[in-house]
């Protein structure tokens, strides 16, 4: 059986070696062949010489370096479509996740699962990554059909025949997780212990979080156009039953004239909710836009594939 390690890597110099020694070393000991794919999402420091170094040095890494900066799950979509063992156990780069975890994901797997998440008893992250994540978790089962008690985490394994089945997506902005829920619901996960960063700060920014959550929403959900659509009648329902009270009040009390302050607000509010629509909207028309003009996922800048594996890529 033989094991692709796929490591996107974002700034990664000074742990991408150390990770790669490290998980052969854990590894070595059980029999499996492995299989290293790292995938350079357009690293700022020294990343690239250090990947090519270690695929030059070493017949079972695949190192890919692509042109930009795609995003995490653009990488590992990538990383999926280049490797060619029976289970991909995606890592990241920083070594908050212990390659003498990997053991667990994979001895889980062999009971027949198709996708092994990791789960962790307390995280290692800061306050708003960690915030971040209960977020996500909570909007990706309201949303994508998630079940309440998984945790959607970037550690773990998928099979050969559900990478095969989610590398048939070819748009421009895929979430590995909600692509894995289309295709299964055999998933399970497993404790694993969770580590500090080893070198410098998390790369998520609340930009790049943002950005996670539109493709979560848009890209694998119609459900907040359906909000919309309830928020646009129930706008209506309360608009009707404070005209019908304004009617009333007056007919009442003809002595009283309405205040500015009661229109202004109503004005406001109706212009938010329309603004909201229109952005909802154009998320979906601008997404489907990008995708049917052809927005490539990645593009490879140089390629150096393993020698020992690439025949079978």
Same mark, same amino acid.
């Given at each position: *059986?033989r094991?692709?390690?796929?490591?996107?890597?974002?700034?990664?110099?000074?742990? @991408?070696?150390?990770?790669?020694?490290?998980?052969?070393?854990?590894?070595?000991?059980?029999?499996?062949?492995?299989?290293?794919v790292?995938?350079?999402?357009?690293?700022?420091?020294?990343s690239?010489?250090?990947?090519?170094?270690?695929?030059?040095?070493?017949? /079972? !890494?695949?190192?890919?370096?692509?042109?930009?900066?795609?995003?995490? &799950?653009?990488?590992?979509m990538?990383?999926?479509? &280049?490797?060619?063992?029976?289970?991909?156990i995606?890592? /990241?780069?920083?070594f908050?996740?212990p390659?003498?975890?990997?053991?667990?994901?994979?001895?889980?797997?062999?009971?027949?699962?198709?996708v092994?998440?990791?789960?962790?008893?307390?995280k290692?992250?800061?306050?708003?990554?960690?915030?971040?994540?209960?977020?996500?978790?909570?909007?990706?089962?309201?949303?994508?059909?998630?079940?309440?008690?998984?945790?959607l985490?970037?550690?773990?394994?998928?099979?050969?025949?559900?990478?095969?089945?989610i590398?048939?997506?070819?748009g421009?902005?895929?979430?590995?997780?909600?692509?894995?829920?289309?295709?299964?619901?055999?998933?399970?996960?497993?404790?694993?212990? &969770?580590?500090?960063?080893?070198?410098?700060?998390?790369?998520?920014?609340?930009?790049k979080?943002?950005?996670?959550?539109?493709? *979560? %929403?848009?890209? %694998?959900? @119609?459900?907040?156009?359906?909000? !919309?659509?309830?928020?646009? %009648?129930?706008?209506?329902?309360?608009?009707?039953?404070?005209?019908?009270?304004?009617i009333v009040?007056?007919?009442?009390?003809?002595?009283?004239?309405?205040g500015w302050?009661?229109?202004?607000?109503?004005?406001?509010?109706?212009?938010?909710l329309? *603004?909201?629509?229109?952005?909802?909207?154009?998320e979906?028309i601008?997404?489907?836009?990008?995708?049917t003009?052809?927005?490539?996922?990645?593009?490879?800048?140089?390629?150096?594939l393993?020698?020992?594996?690439?025949?079978?890529?």
């Amino acid at each position: *059986m033989r094991l692709s390690i796929c490591i996107p890597v974002y700034n990664g110099s000074k742990t @991408i070696g150390d990770l790669v020694a490290e998980t052969r070393r854990q590894l070595r000991d059980y029999g499996y062949e492995l299989e290293f794919v790292l995938v350079n999402d357009g690293s700022q420091d020294d990343s690239d010489r250090v990947c090519t170094q270690i695929a030059e040095e070493n017949d /079972d !890494v695949s190192y890919i370096c692509l042109r930009r900066n795609y995003s995490e &799950h653009n990488a590992v979509m990538c990383a999926l479509n &280049h490797m060619t063992g029976d289970y991909a156990i995606i890592v /990241d780069d920083d070594f908050q996740n212990p390659p003498s975890e990997i053991i667990k994901l994979v001895k889980e797997a062999e009971k027949g699962f198709d996708v092994v998440y990791a789960k962790y008893r307390k995280k290692k992250h800061n306050w708003f990554r960690n915030w971040g994540s209960r977020f996500n978790d909570r909007m990706a089962t309201w949303l994508i059909g998630k079940p309440k008690n998984l945790y959607l985490c970037s550690f773990k394994l998928i099979t050969r025949d559900v990478v095969n089945e989610i590398i048939k997506y070819t748009g421009p902005f895929p979430y590995i997780d909600g692509l894995l829920l289309r295709v299964t619901n055999n998933i399970s996960d497993v404790y694993v212990e &969770h580590l500090p960063r080893k070198e410098g700060k998390s790369n998520y920014t609340l930009g790049k979080l943002i950005n996670l959550w539109l493709s *979560m %929403f848009i890209n %694998f959900s @119609i459900k907040p156009l359906r909000l !919309v659509t309830f928020l646009g %009648f129930f706008t209506g329902l309360f608009s009707l039953g404070l005209g019908i009270y304004f009617i009333v009040d007056k007919i009442l009390h003809p002595e009283i004239s309405q205040g500015w302050a009661s229109t202004v607000v109503i004005v406001l509010f109706n212009a938010t909710l329309q *603004m909201l629509s229109l952005g909802i909207a154009g998320e979906y028309i601008g997404k489907h836009y990008l995708d049917t003009n052809g927005t490539p996922q990645w593009v490879v800048k140089t390629k150096h594939l393993s020698d020992k594996y690439s025949a079978s890529t």
